[in-house]
């Protein structure tokens, strides 16, 4: 399976701090995809990246894609308390996506 | 409004009952999904549909069904052979570019308790 593993589990930042988070796969994907679920909703997709793509910025998130470690980043800048949610990689395919178990981010006011 | 809505928000069912899930969106999305998410855990995939009248079968199939008899439509049932079929269920569906690419767009789920 290509799943996604997030690392934190859990990240406790002050508001205003930059919150990094990572996420390793398996095998080869086409293209990975950052989402974010606050708690009992359903997941709002953030950023994509695909896998010729090295660097993206959207406002202030910052995605990375490392095809040779396998490996992704997230970084959320100058965070707020409305950033506190989970947050998930999904790698993918042309067909499928695989979550990991998350990043438990809390950000406090 | 275009998006994805899910029903019942909350599902209550008794042991060796079937229910069944309702997935339906206005999106004009090709592919839909079904997740399962278990408590402080991620996403697990359950049957997936590329196109009306296909699906697949996902990592954790064993114990459900699905349909794809409409675009708009992806309904799961929860069969009773699903061992522990307790947990929050999540449809999801996605348009397909030229590159095969394309977000996943999720509803807000359905949280199934068998008491």
């Known amino acids: 399976s290509q799943q996604g593993e997030e690392d934190p589990q859990a990240l406790s930042i002050q508001e205003g701090e930059n919150a990094t988070m990572n996420c390793s796969y398996k095998?080869?994907?086409?293209?990975l995809q950052w989402y974010r679920q606050n708690s009992g909703r359903g997941l709002v997709h953030l950023i994509l990246?695909?896998?010729?793509?090295r660097e993206k910025h959207s406002g202030r998130l910052r995605v990375t894609l490392d095809t040779s470690k396998k490996s992704s980043s997230l970084l959320i800048t100058a965070s707020r308390a409305a950033d506190t949610a989970s947050y998930f990689c999904?790698?993918?395919?042309?067909?499928?996506?695989?979550f990991g178990s998350g990043t438990k981010l809390n950000v406090k006011p | 409004d275009g998006g994805i809505t899910q029903s019942p928000k909350y599902l209550f069912r008794k042991e060796g009952q079937n229910v069944t899930l309702s997935c339906e969106q206005n999106l004009n999305h090709d592919a839909m999904y079904w997740y399962r998410q278990d408590p402080g855990q991620g996403l697990r995939l359950i049957y997936y549909s590329q196109i009306v009248n296909d699906f697949q079968k996902g990592d954790i199939a064993e114990g459900y069904s699905v349909s794809r008899e409409k675009k708009e439509s992806f309904p799961l049932t929860v069969t009773s052979a699903q061992k522990n079929p307790t947990a929050f269920y999540l449809c999801?569906?996605?348009?397909?570019?030229?590159?095969?690419?394309?977000?996943?767009?999720f509803g807000e789920g359905s949280r199934l308790t068998v008491l």
């Open positions: 999904a790698p993918g395919d042309f067909n499928k996506f695989y």
């Open positions: 990246i695909r896998s010729n793509e």
């Open positions: 999801a569906s996605r348009t397909k570019d030229r590159t095969n690419t394309g977000e996943l767009f």
């Open positions: 095998t080869s994907i086409n293209n």
